[in-house]
């Protein structure tokens, strides 16, 4: 009897340390601030000398000893993932237009927005996006960027900033039990620190802010915790990107990439420079 107690005694003790240490939050990695910086969500390949933070999709591996981001396209679909969407489970978390279609991104066909239009659509969008974050977190990397936050501003008044904010906050809350950081991907001048105090993000990454001049929207509100990406495509690319480097290179990660941000293996369309 004594024998069964004891061991009874020892197996409760030993669960009740694996609940304490799933119910604790991992702590989230420092962010490395004006680190050296390689955008890899086209495709993976070996990250040049001196990097420090890599990007890279969520259905990639991040890389052993650095900073790994973790892209997830959070409030609109990706091509390869239309069956998904639309299947008769998901088909109501897409936003249709006044006409019934779906509402799909102009600039990226097959890619449609979400609606984040109510409290219990963006609870079950959350639901799925915060298991491709515990894919994330699983894998190891570091940090999430959730890609197209700005779906309200190009969806003719049928989003707010409001339905998207509260979607990340969502997300958000669950990436940082599971020990992760998120950035506000873009919306700097449409949000100002709302994204920060609101949704709870730790840094951002922000596309072609030189070249539309808002790059003080997002280091105003993240400091030195931010990385900004301009495109050879740009108008005066080259310069825009000397510009940017003379004024903020010294303070946080820049560089410069090719549109489809191809791997380094394709010679023909790869570009990347950083201050």
Same mark, same amino acid.
């Given at each position: 009897? %004594? %024998?069964?107690?004891?061991?009874?005694?020892?197996? &409760?003790?030993?669960?009740?340390?694996?609940? &304490?240490?799933?119910?604790?939050?991992?702590?989230?990695? $420092?962010?490395? /601030?004006?680190? $050296?910086?390689?955008?890899?969500?086209?495709? @993976?390949?070996?990250?040049?000398?001196?990097?420090?933070?890599?990007?890279?999709?969520?259905?990639?591996?991040?890389? $052993?000893?650095?900073?790994?981001?973790?892209?997830?396209?959070?409030?609109?679909?990706?091509?390869?993932?239309? &069956?998904?969407?639309?299947?008769?489970?998901?088909?109501?978390?897409?936003? #249709?237009? +006044?006409?019934?279609?779906?509402?799909?991104?102009?600039?990226?066909?097959?890619?449609?927005?979400?609606?984040?239009?109510?409290?219990? +659509?963006?609870?079950?969008? /959350?639901?799925?996006?915060?298991?491709?974050?515990?894919?994330?977190?699983? +894998?190891?990397?570091?940090?999430?960027? @959730?890609?197209?936050?700005?779906?309200?501003?190009?969806?003719?008044? *049928?989003?707010?900033?409001?339905?998207?904010?509260?979607?990340?906050?969502?997300?958000?809350? #669950?990436? #940082? &039990?599971?020990?992760?950081?998120?950035?506000?991907?873009?919306?700097?001048?449409?949000?100002?620190? +709302?994204?920060?105090?609101?949704?709870?993000?730790?840094?951002?990454?922000?596309?072609?802010?030189?070249?539309?001049?808002?790059?003080?929207?997002?280091?105003? %509100?993240?400091?030195?915790? %931010?990385?900004?990406?301009?495109?050879?495509? /740009?108008?005066?690319?080259? /310069?825009?990107?000397?510009?940017?480097?003379?004024?903020?290179?010294?303070?946080?990660?820049?560089? *410069?990439?090719?549109?489809?941000?191809?791997?380094?293996?394709?010679?023909?369309?790869?570009?990347?420079?950083?201050?």
């Amino acid at each position: 009897m %004594v %024998v069964v107690t004891f061991f009874s005694l020892l197996v &409760s003790i030993q669960l009740a340390l694996v609940l &304490s240490v799933q119910a604790c939050p991992t702590e989230p990695t $420092k962010f490395p /601030a004006n680190g $050296k910086f390689d955008y890899q969500i086209g495709a @993976p390949y070996t990250p040049a000398a001196g990097v420090k933070i890599v990007e890279r999709d969520h259905s990639q591996s991040p890389v $052993k000893g650095l900073f790994n981001i973790c892209y997830l396209n959070a409030f609109q679909t990706q091509p390869e993932q239309k &069956s998904f969407w639309t299947s008769s489970a998901n088909k109501d978390l897409l936003l #249709h237009t +006044k006409a019934g279609a779906l509402f799909e991104d102009k600039e990226w066909k097959g890619e449609y927005f979400l609606d984040t239009t109510t409290d219990a +659509k963006r609870k079950r969008l /959350a639901k799925i996006l915060n298991g491709w974050i515990d894919e994330c977190a699983n +894998k190891g990397f570091n940090a999430i960027e @959730p890609d197209n936050l700005d779906t309200f501003t190009r969806s003719k008044g *049928l989003l707010t900033a409001d339905n998207n904010l509260a979607l990340a906050k969502l997300f958000t809350d #669950h990436a #940082h &039990s599971r020990g992760l950081l998120v950035a506000q991907k873009n919306t700097g001048g449409e949000l100002g620190s +709302k994204g920060k105090t609101k949704a709870g993000f730790d840094f951002a990454v922000a596309e072609e802010c030189n070249a539309y001049d808002e790059c003080g929207a997002y280091t105003d %509100v993240y400091g030195a915790k %931010v990385i900004e990406i301009e495109y050879t495509d /740009a108008d005066n690319a080259s /310069a825009n990107f000397k510009a940017a480097c003379k004024a903020r290179g010294s303070k946080i990660s820049i560089i *410069l990439r090719d549109r489809q941000v191809v791997a380094s293996s394709n010679k023909k369309e790869y570009h990347y420079e950083e201050c």
